[in-house]
């Protein structure tokens, strides 16, 4: 039997969830938004869009090469993700009265 009580920070499947400092000040306190990853620069979101395959030349299939238009559409789903978590706070009373 298993008597250690869960870790509130670790979902059941094991992953474990970050919170960070939210960047605006209406997004503060509210945890949807804080365990969201970063906001990524350009260069930052470039380098982790990209797929370098330099052990597998011939595995072209798999070469990425980000664009500005995957890097517009990232800031987008993450500006969209964002604006809807924040009206949503579960921290915030007012959320569980609708």
């Known amino acids: 039997m298993d008597t250690t009580m869960p870790n509130e920070n ?8 970050t919170s960070h400092e939210a ?4 997004w503060c306190g509210n ?6 990853p970063p906001i ?12 370098s395959p330099a052990h597998a030349i ?5 070469f990425f090469i980000p ?3 995957h890097l517009a ?11 809807g978590y924040a009206n949503r706070n579960p ?3 007012e959320h569980w009265r609708g």
Do not use: C, F, W
């Open 40 to 51: 990524y620069s350009a260069v930052q979101t470039r380098n982790l869009l990209k797929y």
């Open 91 to 93: 921290m915030v009373a």
């Open 73 to 83: 559409l990232h800031q987008q789903i993450d500006r969209m993700i964002r604006s």
């Open 10 to 17: 670790i979902h059941p499947d094991g992953v474990v969830a």
């Open 31 to 36: 945890p949807l938004i804080e365990v969201l």
């Open 67 to 69: 664009l500005p238009i």
């Open 23 to 26: 960047n605006l000040p209406e």
């Open 58 to 62: 011939e595995n072209t299939a798999g």
